[in-house]
């Protein structure tokens, strides 16, 4: 299974890019989406911007206000718009996609899109 996560660039402080993870393989409406980011020199971000499988959305208190995930259903895709962005926004981001099935977590990976913030 592949995610496609694509839309990354060079941006100005307080500038917008919109990110976007598609898939071919997988029906991703049935499945909980989240962006990851991991920031030069750091651990990956654990707490994600998730669109779960019913809709609902969570934030990190880093994201609310500025960010807006959502679902393209009709070209099975999800949006990450990212609005004011801070030069502590800089950072790969990765989308996951996530379900439990049976006997398990159905669990795949984005190859990752850099998003670089200058101030």
């Known amino acids: 299974v592949q995610l496609q996560a694509s839309g990354g660039g060079l941006v100005q402080v307080g500038g917008s890019l919109r990110l976007s993870c598609a898939s071919r393989?997988?029906?991703?409406?049935?499945?909980?989406i989240g962006w990851f980011r991991q920031a030069p020199g750091k651990d990956r971000e654990g707490v994600p911007c998730?669109?779960?499988?019913?809709?609902?959305?969570v934030y990190p208190d880093s994201a609310k206000g500025r960010f807006l995930i959502s679902r393209d259903i009709a070209k099975n895709t999800v949006g990450l718009q990212m609005n004011n962005l801070k030069p502590g926004d800089t950072a790969v981001y990765y989308c996951?996609?996530?379900?439990?099935?049976?006997?398990?977590?159905?669990?795949?990976w984005g190859q990752g899109t850099l998003v670089t913030v200058s101030s």
């Open positions: 996951n996609a996530g379900k439990f099935v049976a006997g398990g977590y159905d669990n795949h």
């Open positions: 393989d997988i029906n991703m409406d049935t499945y909980a």
């Open positions: 998730i669109t779960s499988s019913n809709f609902s959305t």
